[in-house]
């Protein structure tokens, strides 16, 4: 059982680093920053998992960090074209994780693809059309893993509006994000292993403060490394893209249109 921090201020001790919760980290992301809706950023989230767990391997042909600015560059393409990911594709899967991995290979049409072809992909209409159709399963089976219809979920959110349980868990995560972007707290109760480092970072791509995390943390993992490279946004401007290139969205598929960057991915496929 996962220990809860305190719901009146912010804990000064150990426990600001226990996980508030168990809830999916697509969930912790939908409930807490984007307004209920499944956006793309929920499957990238996915395959942030999928990495982590060598589901995905990752490798990356240079050693230096990387920061994606406001608008795609040439340079940009070419770090892209140096971060590969290969479908590995072993052991058991829950659903979710089973459509995202057949979504990249659809995409891709191959295992294994650099995020730069990946980019490329995106801007075809036809495969852009296949993207939102996966995503869209996607979608369904992260609802159905979850017990989530969109508006309600659990005790935690009702009617599309957070209970009071729910705005308490809120408050428990906001706590926990100071304690992943806290230099201080971080060095006082860091990660005790590896795989809580990789965890912890993955938790701040749910609040879109990884980079934040890391900073403060190891680079040592494939996972780790991945988000150094801006990996985790990366993978958000391309996904984006291909919904920007649909060429009719259908209505009611339960995927987020919001106002995403506009990023221009050049080079047709």
């Known amino acids: 059982m996962v220990e ?13 680093k226990n996980i508030p919760s168990e809830d999916s980290y697509p969930m912790i992301s939908i409930l807490f920053t984007k307004n209920n809706a499944i956006g793309a950023n929920a499957l990238s989230l996915t395959i942030l998992d999928l990495i982590n767990q ?83 399963e996607y979608v369904k089976a992260i609802k159905n893993e979850n017990d989530y219809d969109g508006k309600n979920y659990r005790d935690i959110l009702n009617d599309g509006k957070l209970t009071s349980k729910g705005n308490d868990l809120k408050m428990e995560w906001t706590h926990f994000q100071d304690y992943l972007k806290s230099k201080d707290l971080t060095e006082k109760y860091p990660p005790q292993s590896v795989e809580e480092n990789s965890m912890q970072i993955i938790y701040g791509a749910c609040f879109d403060i990884e980079k934040d995390a890391l900073k403060i943390r190891e680079n040592n993992t494939a996972l780790t490394d991945f988000i150094d490279k801006d990996g985790y946004k990366l993978l958000n401007i ?19 249109y919001g106002a995403n960057d506009k990023y221009t991915i050049p080079g047709g496929a």
């Open 4 to 16: 809860m921090l305190g719901l009146s201020n912010n804990p000064e001790n150990e426990n600001i």
């Open 238 to 256: 391309i996904f984006n893209n291909a919904l920007l290139n649909v060429t009719e969205k259908r209505k009611g598929d339960g995927i987020f």
């Open 54 to 136: 060598d589901q995905i391997k990752c490798d990356i042909d240079f050693d230096d960090s990387y920061e994606v600015g406001k608008k795609l560059t040439p340079k940009d393409m070419e770090i892209m074209k140096k971060i590969t990911l290969r479908i590995a594709n072993k052991g058991e899967l829950k659903t979710s994780e089973t459509y995202a991995i057949n979504l990249l290979k659809n995409m891709n049409k191959n295992k294994k693809f650099n995020l730069k072809s990946m980019a490329k992909q995106s801007n075809n209409s036809s495969i852009a059309n296949k993207f939102e159709k996966d995503l869209a």
